[in-house]
């Protein structure tokens, strides 16, 4: 004979659902943030493309707040680039696009991965809630809503 479900399995099986959907967001955030890594690696490297022999040429540059200046492209060749740690260097522009490109690969990858946890995730979450359905259905009614 099969032991009735109490409330300490229903309350454990909520926790459990709460935590894992927790992570889920948490987990959301973070790809989200990595996507956002991703266009920004792209639009440098579009940017390091479309501006590739345009020396001399005038651009306007963003300073913040909504607020701009004037200035002239003097090196459309050299490009500095973040390495990490608040560290940047100047390297040829083809050197840049492709530690860029490298830098997007890998965030991909991440991302990836980040996706497979997310499906794992997601199967626990509808695992449990498989659970407490069945675990509801089995309680006395007394008991359910006690």
């Given at each position: 004979?099969?032991?009735?479900?109490?409330?300490?399995?229903?309350?454990?099986?909520?926790?459990?659902?709460?935590?894992?959907?927790?992570?889920?967001?948490?987990?959301?955030?973070?790809?989200?943030?990595?996507?956002?890594?991703?266009?920004?690696?792209?639009?440098?490297?579009?940017?390091i493309d479309?501006?590739?022999?345009?020396?001399?040429?005038?651009?306007?540059?963003?300073?913040?707040?909504?607020?701009?200046?004037?200035?002239?492209?003097?090196?459309?060749?050299?490009?500095?680039?973040?390495?990490?740690?608040?560290v940047s260097?100047?390297?040829?522009?083809?050197?840049?696009?492709?530690?860029?490109?490298?830098?997007?690969?890998?965030?991909?990858?991440?991302?990836?991965?980040?996706?497979?946890?997310?499906?794992?995730?997601?199967?626990?979450?509808?695992?449990?809630?498989?659970?407490?359905?069945?675990?509801a259905q089995?309680?006395?009614?007394?008991?359910?809503?006690?």
């Amino acid at each position: 004979m099969s032991e009735q479900p109490t409330n300490e399995d229903m309350q454990r099986l909520i926790a459990q659902h709460d935590e894992h959907q927790a992570q889920a967001e948490l987990l959301a955030e973070q790809m989200k943030a990595i996507q956002m890594s991703i266009i920004e690696c792209e639009r440098a490297v579009n940017a390091i493309d479309a501006l590739k022999g345009k020396d001399g040429v005038a651009s306007l540059i963003p300073i913040g707040a909504g607020s701009f200046v004037h200035a002239k492209l003097v090196k459309p060749d050299r490009t500095i680039i973040g390495l990490g740690s608040n560290v940047s260097a100047e390297m040829s522009s083809d050197a840049a696009k492709e530690r860029l490109n490298d830098r997007k690969e890998k965030l991909a990858k991440i991302l990836e991965q980040m996706n497979q946890n997310m499906g794992e995730l997601a199967k626990r979450i509808q695992a449990i809630q498989a659970e407490a359905t069945k675990q509801a259905q089995t309680m006395p009614v007394d008991q359910a809503y006690s």
